[in-house]
Antibody, heavy 120, light 110 residues
Framework: EVQLVESGGGLVQPGGSLRLSCASS????????MSWVRQVPGKGLEWVAN????????YYVDSVKGRFIISRDNAKNSLYLQMNSLRAEDTALYYC?????????????WGHGTLVTVSS | QAVVTQEPSLTVSPGGTVTLTCGSS?????????PYWFQQKPGQAPRTLIY???NKHSWTPARFSGSLLGGRAALTLSGAQPEDEADYYC??????????FGPGTNVTVL
């Protein structure tokens, strides 16, 4: 069974930093594009960033460009999101999502999310 | 940035058929937007139902199907079941590697 597990969320003050991680069991992440998606509780989904299998391509939603960095460590089968200069509007549940067998791109497998709260 | 639109809410009778649509502010939705459809129930992570306009996963119930309809992406639910009550989100891909979700459609089976 494929499982993606996010971690690293928590309470952080505005302007602070946080690093999210996503680990996989049952899926070799180096074969797939990986993404971060966030959701303010009670609101809709927002795509945040994605990264190619070898890390050579990365894309971001405009609102996080220059503040967030997506990265991966294929040797550790893990995905990361370094979040800097955090703002109240970054408060959300952050999901990682991956490609799947036969479909290396896109959002096919999802974790259960890690909650980030930006507040003083 | 492109804006993706969806119906805010729809109601379908048990066993009935309903079609959700997904539009783009940039013009007609095409297969080149690689439309995705996701189902999300309260307290749960999203689940991918349809990808690349029409493709299903092994876990996608056969009653769900994807298509293009009148310049929009469409998700049709045929033979609605009570367990299909959920929020449904579409996702479109744009140039520059960007992806944009629609605001979601809340489907009630009543």
């Amino acid at each position: 069974e494929v499982q993606l597990v996010e971690s690293g969320g928590g309470l952080v003050q505005p302007g602070g930093s946080l690093r999210l991680s996503c680990a996989s069991s049952g899926l070799t992440l180096r074969s797939y594009w990986m993404s971060w998606v966030r959701q303010v509780p009670g609101k809709g989904l927002e795509w945040v960033a994605n990264i190619k299998q070898d890390g050579s391509e990365k894309y971001y939603v405009d609102s996080v460009k220059g503040r967030f960095i997506i990265s991966r460590d294929n040797a550790k089968n893990s995905l990361y999101l370094q979040m800097n200069s955090l703002r109240a509007e970054d408060t959300a549940l952050y999901y990682c999502a991956s490609g799947y067998i036969g479909v290396p791109q896109g959002l096919h497998c999802w974790g259960h999310g890690t909650l980030v709260t930006v507040s003083s | 940035q492109a804006v993706v639109t969806q119906e805010p809410s729809l109601t379908v009778s048990p066993g009935g058929t309903v079609t959700l649509t997904c539009g783009s502010s940039t013009g007609p939705v095409t297969s080149g937007h690689w439309p995705y459809w996701f189902q999300q129930k309260p307290g749960q992570a999203p689940r991918t139902l349809i990808y690349d306009t029409t493709n299903k996963h092994s876990w996608t119930p056969a009653r769900f199907s994807g298509s293009l309809l009148g310049g929009r992406a469409a998700l049709t639910l045929s033979g609605a079941q009570p367990e299909d009550e959920a929020d449904y989100y579409c996702l479109l891909s744009y140039s520059g590697g960007r992806h944009v979700f629609g605001p979601g459609t809340n489907v009630t089976v009543l």
